[in-house]
């Protein structure tokens, strides 16, 4: 036992405990909460949030934890959660509390004007917001950096440990030499399935019931979790016990489908955190990017795979006869790996998803990096579009105005797609020399599968970085070589190239 452990745990719980609160209220917002208690809310959670910055730079838990000394008489689990909390505290104390408040009522604000902006697919009445936005960002950055360590290094690496310009910088020119190349081949090749069947009306209960099967089939534990229904399909977790999905419902029933095993799998990983982590600073998913390996993993590598849909393809007809009862398996796997490079990140098939996150990397470098300002965003936007995707936005609304993240301050945070998306390609390679993974699917048993990644990812939550998780369970350092490789002979096989 350590004795300045024991007596700083009250101050850890306590910032725990404000912290899930307003986690709560985020939950709530995004899913129940009426419209107009909006602004009212936003108080309260500025108040809480206040409350939590006084704890973790209280001056007794500071002392506190510089006595735990390197740990001795503490568990892994404990040693794990106090690396954390001090991380975190050393972060916030670096910021003077006016900026931090400034900062906060900016961001409260900003989803709002961004929000408006995309609406009326207005860049410029977003571009001042996010101009503050940043330059709060860069000085935050600033204020953390080590010497010598660039701003954009500092982002990066606050989502993902361990990963930096230079070797994201890799990573995605890796990318940009393999797959931009072999996405102009499979368009080419003229074997575009036909996916229109997936539109049409089917009924929002039913599509509701189908993806709670899903949710369940692959191992969501519904006595620890619930799932709702939301603008957009996102997790949330206060704890083991009680970790929360929600879906949304359109015409297309793919959305509906792959969205809440998506979310399931953020879900599993959450409700494979032990006792002894929950409820603490290291309590949580690994990284950004180790979440998405999973909810990525679940939801391409093994959602949108043949073997997964042989048992439960009759079902899916059954549930839909008036649409699905011509169409085939086979036809119906085909349509929902339908490469087609779009405008829309978050409506990305498979092959070209990683394309998009490439685009707000080089993008993000430039602004952080290069000091580029954020009026040339639109035009720089497109440009990209065109040279990786062939696309090009009409307006700003299907462009640079597409997603949340940079008004919630959140630069840096996108690479965590990509490198996710890689992160469980390199797992599904080990995994396969250990199990039958397509026999086991297609005998309608997706558990052991569950349980592999339990043993070498979820168990650890935040003891080991997202670099360790990978190492250890197969084997070799990150290689995006194995993500390359899935692609190819994945797409390869489905358009016959
Ligand atoms: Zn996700």
Known sequence: M????????????????????????????????????????????????????????????????????DGAGMTEAEAAALREFREEM???????????????????????????????????AFAPTLRQVLDYQKRFASYQAEPGQKLYDVMLDSYEKGFDMESLDRF??????????????????????????????????????????????????????VMAVSAHPFTTNLHNHDVRITNAYTRRVDDAIFSVIHESGHGIYEQGIPDALTLTPAGQGASMGMHESQSRFFENIIGRSRAFWVPLYGRLQETFPEQLKTVSLDAFVRAVNKARPGLIRIQADELTYSLHIMVRYEVEKLLVEQGMDVRELPEIWAEKYREYLGVCPENDGEGVLQDIHWSQGSFGYFPSYALGSAFGAQMYETMKTQMDVEGLLEQGNPAPIREYLREHVHRYGKMKTSRQILKDMTGKEFDAGCYIRYLKEKYGMLYGI
């Not at 850890?12 to 602004?39: C, G, H, I, S, Y």
């Not at 936003?42 to 838990?61: K, N, Q, W």
């Not at 009924?203 to 534990?221: I, M, N, S, T």
């Open 2 to 69: 350590n004795e300045s452990y024991e007596r700083l745990k009250p101050y850890m719980e306590k910032a725990q405990a404000l912290q899930t609160a307003m986690v709560l209220f985020e939950w709530d917002n995004e899913t129940l909460a009426p419209r107009a208690a909006a602004p009212y809310t936003a108080r309260m959670i500025g108040a809480i949030s206040e409350e939590y910055l006084r704890v973790m730079t209280d001056e007794t838990a500071r002392k506190l934890a510089q006595d735990c000394g």
């Open 90 to 124: 050393k972060k916030l104390e670096r910021i003077p509390a006016k900026e931090y408040r400034e900062y906060a009522e900016l961001t409260a604000r900003s989803a709002g004007i961004w929000a408006e902006a995309r609406k009326n697919r207005d860049f410029g």
């Open 172 to 225: 995605f020119g890796q990318l940009k030499t393999e797959l931009v190349p072999f996405l102009r081949q499979v368009m080419d090749c003229g074997r575009q399935p036909d996916d229109a069947f997936l539109e049409g009306d089917y009924p929002k209960e039913k599509q509701e019931a189908f993806a709670g099967f899903l949710a369940r089939y692959v191992g969501f534990d519904f006595d620890r979790g």
